[in-house]
Every structure is written in C-alpha cells, then in structure tokens.
C-alpha cells in the first residue's frame, strides 16, 4: 500500500511541477493543425522525461530507508557499529567526500546500497547478513565499492541517463503516434484517424515497445559503473579484498534476492544471470566477469 501512495504522489507532482513549467514556457501544446511541431514535443518530453527521474533522485534517501527498513546509525550502540561508522569515514575521507548517512537494513543475503542525489548528501547501507557472515576486510571491501558509487555520482548520472533515455522514449512514441493518424487519414481522405483515445493508445502501446528497447541501454550503463565502482572499491581496500568478497558474493546467488526494485541498480550484487536475455537487460555483470576485469587490473599494476 505504501509503494502505490508513493507512486501516485510522486507521478502527481511530476506532473503539477511540468504542467505549470510547460505553460510557462509556452509549450504545452506540441500538436496543430499543421501537425506535430517537433520543437514544442521535444521540449515537452524533455521536462516531463527529466522530471520523473529527478523526483525519483532527490527522493532516493527517503525511498531507500523505507523500503528496506534501514535503520541509521546516528549514535553506535555497539562495536560492530561504531566500526562500520568509523570505516565508512575512513574511505570517504580517501575518496575526497563527506562522510555519508550509515545504516542497516534487515536482510539475510549479504548486499549493500548507496544512493543520495549527490556524492555529498548520500547514503551507505548494508545488510545484517553481510556484517554476520562477511570477514571484516571483505566487508570494508563492500563499503569501498559503494562509497565508489558515490565518489564517482553514479546516482546523477544514472538519473541523468534514464532521463535522457525517457525523452526520446516518449518523442519517438508521439511521432510514430502522428505518422499513423497520418497514414489512416490519407487512405479515407482526410475523415478518418486515430481520433483522441486511439491517438493516445498508440503512443502507449509505442512507449512500452521503444520502453523496453531503451531499458537495455540504461541497464548497459549501469553494468558500466559496477566495474567503476569496483575499481573504486579496489583501490580504496586492496585487490585481493575485492576480489575476496565478490568471491564471497558469488557463493550466495542462489539466496532469494531481497533487495527492492528500485535500488538494484545501486546494491553490490543482483545474483547471477544465465540467459542472453537476461544478461542484456541485467543491471550488474555477472559476478565472475567483475572477478576477472579485478584480477586482470591487479596483474597489470
């Protein structure tokens, strides 16, 4: 019931913010008699393709202590806890940020999150099972690698992309739209076409299908910056804890997978991927290529 409210909430004030920010500038009507006017369509897609993955960015914090039931450490109450703090500290240090927001999430898969909608107001957060069953230098490994998500805003830029990719998604969703009220106008001598409902119909059923196609391009970035962030990782831990606790990651895959939806993209690990499809469309490479990119880089210094 809480994802749906926060759903609805935050699509309703999408699309106040764009309606209002469309008026304003004069674009909230793309389509005349003439036909489509591309300009105005672009621009409109822009702020309302923009819109939703800024939202979703600057809500992200919020989001992921609610979904998870992260728990911050605002005072450790124990040793494991002040030395997770203490650690998350030490490598935000080395990597040039402000120390984040650290907390635990209860989950017995070994994962861990950051998000933030910058690299000076984020987010690191791991799992019970992780600090239960992970050797204290393969956990700071894990740390490294999500305080190298942050070092290197990877949340902007994610956020960034997707709203790239969600404007020409709808764009492209509104021209195939207009080419076939187009069409079906010609062959009944301008009586016919789509008509309001059958107009917005399409672009539905032309988002899905373009929806889709452009997931594989967001899903291709964010595997870009797991190796990223890897490197991050192994810079700030050493090699040989990295590869150590992706090692250890790897071992349990076969665990269900207790991470939300939305925060994927930015956890250690998402288990393993078999097919083609499912490669395409992952939003992490699969463990043992992330292994060996860390042994190859080791063996090249």
């Known amino acids: 019931m809480m994802r749906i409210l926060l759903f609805l909430a935050t699509n309703l004030a999408v699309l106040l913010v764009a309606s209002v920010t469309l008026r304003l500038l004069g674009v909230d009507s793309y389509l005349s008699d003439q036909g489509i006017n591309f300009q ?9 393709g923009m819109a939703g993955s800024m939202v979703s960015l600057f809500i992200s914090k919020w989001m992921a202590k609610r979904s998870t039931g992260t728990v911050l450490i605002d005072t450790p109450s124990n040793a494991t806890e002040k030395w997770l703090v203490d650690t998350v500290a030490e490598l935000a240090r080395d990597a040039g940020i ?3 927001e650290v907390g635990i999430f209860p989950a017995q898969q070994s994962n861990a999150f950051a998000t933030g909608w910058n690299k000076n107001d984020a987010l690191v957060a791991v799992s019970a099972g992780l600090l239960n069953r992970m050797r204290p230098e393969e956990v700071r490994a894990v740390l490294a690698h999500e305080i190298g998500h942050v070092a290197n805003g990877d949340m902007v830029t994610l956020a960034l992309v997707q709203g790239v990719v969600n404007t020409f998604v709808m764009f492209f969703a509104r021209v195939v739209a207009q080419l076939v009220d187009q069409f079906l106008r010609a062959r009944s001598d301008g009586e016919g076409g789509l008509g309001f409902m059958g107009y917005f119909a399409v672009v ?3 988002e899905i299908v373009f929806g889709i196609a452009a997931s594989a ?6 595997r870009f910056r797991e190796y990223r962030a890897d490197a991050a990782g192994a810079k700030l831990a050493g090699s040989g804890a990295m590869i150590n606790a992706l090692t250890r990651l790897k071992a349990e895959t076969e665990l269900p997978d207790q991470m939300p939806d939305t ?9 393993q991927t078999r097919s083609l499809v499912e490669r395409l469309f992952a939003s992490h490479p699969p463990l043992d290529d992330r292994i060996r990119a860390l042994k190859e880089a080791a063996y090249r210094q």
């Open 217 to 222: 391009i967001v899903a291709w970035f964010s």
């Open 204 to 206: 539905m059923v032309a």
């Open 98 to 100: 402000k120390t984040p």
């Open 40 to 48: 105005s369509l672009l621009i409109f897609c822009f702020i309302f």
């Open 263 to 271: 925060l994927r993209a930015m956890a250690i690990t998402k288990g």
